[in-house]
């Protein structure tokens, strides 16, 4: 045999052999997995609706990456208590409180024994220190490890249709419309 079908005999198994090691780690039993993984999201949407950063930071990875609603990057536990007071506690901050619930589209996809990734929505609602609410379906994107018997959050990334959602519906709007709305006369756009 010549040196090209070597290595396309080669290639097709150790492609076969790929193939293979997925289809066994796909009969793998990962309920366990998944329920704690479930239980992950219910512990964090509280944390994030009750502002209880303490028991945020604990969610997260020793590394990780969050990039929030308004795209700010936040790399470290130092990072997410800054950004909160940022958003909820200084004087000119926007959000008084916000709670929120989600859901995920699939169940969590494993890459690896310790690793895994999954994907869906959530309603934000948000209280402004105007005391007006805004509610905002978002995606969001997840990367999970299991550090030290626990599952983690490593990354994640929350975003919004720009191009539709109420704070672009409320800045097209007109002065007397927003009148009404900032009045409570009118419900729209912000639920």
């Known amino acids: 045999m010549n040196r090209s079908r070597w290595i396309a005999v080669a290639t097709m198994v150790s492609c076969g052999m790929s193939a293979l090691a997925l289809a066994q780690d796909a009969g793998v039993n990962r309920d366990a997995d998944h329920q704690a993984l479930r239980q992950l999201r219910v512990d964090v949407m509280k944390a994030v609706s009750s502002q209880d950063m303490t028991a945020l930071g604990k969610f997260f990875a020793r590394e990780f990456v969050l990039t929030a609603v308004d795209q700010t990057v936040v790399t470290n536990r130092e990072g997410m208590a800054a950004y909160y007071t940022l958003m909820f506690k200084k004087e000119d901050a926007p959000i008084a409180k916000m709670e929120v619930t989600g859901e995920a589209d699939v169940l969590t996809r494993f890459t690896d024994a310790n690793t895994g990734y999954c994907y869906g929505s959530a309603l934000a609602t948000y209280t ?15 990367v999970v490890v299991k550090e030290d018997g626990a ?22 709007m007109s002065g007397w419309k927003k009148l009404a709305v900032w009045l409570h006369l009118s419900e729209a756009p912000l639920d």
Request: charged share 30%.
């Open 151 to 172: 599952w983690k959050i490593a990354a994640v990334h929350i975003g919004v249709n720009f191009l539709d959602n109420p704070v672009i519906r409320y800045r097209s």
């Open 128 to 142: 402004l220190k105007d005391k007006s609410v805004v509610k905002l379906r978002e995606r969001w994107t997840g």
